[in-house]
């Protein structure tokens, strides 16, 4: 038989959890009001979307397939290019932000600093940045994708070492390794199977995120998905996405493939 203070205790965590239920609501109620959104119009609008994709996403067009070969070029390009420069940079800059390895603390403190404020802009607002700079063109979905990557992989790289130095490095150091010696012996081979599995993690994104580039111009099969959408050539337009939906698999599929191999 439960105790008076564990009964009190439970009716307490169920008072919370009312409590908390009602709070939630009211701010999922304030925010459709708020926002002027009917939740019920998706439900009955439900038929007629999937009438109008019906019947004009489908069949599929896919007769202009030869000329979307050198797009899906494009797309894949972006992304490995984006993501082996990202990588590079982003290797340099954890080693120096790393609290474990950088002692320097003002040096650590500044580039969290720029790297947090580049991570937390979408990549999409870098490239709307970038186009009004460079114009529409494959320079802006390049550099977009670098530096929305050098933001995420940053910040995971240092984590990870980190984590390292925690753990392994304090053995390299009591026999009083120089840093070139902690770096070599030391960091690299513990960080490894974290880089390889964060740097290909980022590429799968970037695949993804190069096609959503094309949308503002920077190129990619993304640019043409978005110009026959404006021209309505809906069949073309869903050819597109049907191709990009296979991309993204068949590089998930790879690069799983690639992970298992090298680690």
Do not use: C
């Amino acid at each position: 038989m439960d105790s008076p203070a564990t009964i009190a205790l439970s009716q307490q965590k169920s008072i919370k959890r009312r409590i908390t239920d009602v709070l939630l609501f009211a701010v999922v109620a304030y925010s459709f009001i708020y926002l002027k959104v009917n939740p019920l119009t998706p439900f009955v609008t439900l038929p007629s979307v999937f009438s109008f994709f019906g019947e004009n996403f489908f069949p599929p067009n896919f007769t202009g397939f030869s000329s979307y070969v050198s797009l899906i070029i494009e797309t894949l390009l972006f992304a490995v290019v984006g993501t082996y420069i990202s990588a590079i940079l982003s290797f340099v800059f954890g080693l120096l932000m790393a609290e474990s390895i950088n002692p320097f603390a003002p040096v650590r403190i500044i580039i969290r600093f720029i790297v947090s404020f580049i991570r937390n802009i979408p990549v999409l607002v870098w490239a709307s940045l970038l186009v009004y700079i460079f114009g529409i063109g494959n320079m802006v979905g390049l550099l977009a994708l670098i530096i929305a990557t050098f933001g995420f992989l940053t910040r995971s790289y240092t984590e990870e070492m980190n984590n390292i130095a925690d753990s392994k490095l304090e053995a390299l150091k009591a026999t009083g390794a120089s840093p070139a010696q902690l770096l070599v012996h030391g960091i690299i081979p513990a960080f490894f199977p974290s880089w390889i599995n964060w740097t290909f993690f980022s590429f799968e994104i970037n695949i993804r995120a190069s096609a959503i580039l094309g949308m503002v111009g920077a190129g990619g099969i993304g640019i043409m998905i978005q110009t026959n959408i404006r021209l309505f050539k809906y069949k073309e337009a869903m050819a597109l996405i049907l191709i990009l939906v296979i991309l993204v698999l068949l590089t998930e599929f790879v690069v799983n493939k690639l992970r298992k191999w090298i680690l």
